[in-house]
């Protein structure tokens, strides 16, 4: 069974900081691809940043230049680091994961449970 969960959400200012983390855990034989994913009230969840196992990443416009996207592949763990943050960017982020196990070494997906951002002063 594998397991994704996030934390390090919370409230904060406009203009301030958050780190997520969400870290894989149980029969793990490779993470592939790595996604954070955000759904504000009333909205459909949309695609916010993506890596790669290599490294290589890709963002929402609306977040580009503002949030960095990483990974640690020894930790099983990947990051999203939030600055210059928005009203607009309140919403619950979830963690995906293409998680490849003993069982299916090519990968399924998985959900973390989701953490809440809320930017207001």
């Excluded at 894989?24 to 954070?36: E, K, N, T």
């Excluded at 695609?47 to 416009?61: C, E, K, P, S």
């Excluded at 763990?77 to 979830?94: C, F, R, V």
């Amino acid at each position: 069974q594998v397991q994704l969960v996030e934390s390090g959400g919370g409230l904060v200012q406009p203009g301030g900081s958050l780190r997520l983390s969400c870290v894989a855990s149980g029969s793990i034989f490779r993470i592939y691809d790595m996604d954070w994913y955000r759904q504000a009230p009333g909205k459909e969840r949309e695609l916010v940043a993506v890596i790669t196992r290599g490294g290589n990443t890709n963002y929402a416009d609306s977040v580009k230049g503002r949030f960095t996207i990483s990974r640690d592949n020894a930790k099983n763990t990947m990051y999203l680091q939030m600055n210059s943050l928005k009203p607009e960017d309140t919403a619950d982020y979830y963690c995906n994961a293409n998680i490849g196990t003993v069982r299916l070494p090519t990968g399924h997906e998985y959900w973390g449970q989701g953490t809440q951002v809320t930017v207001s002063s």
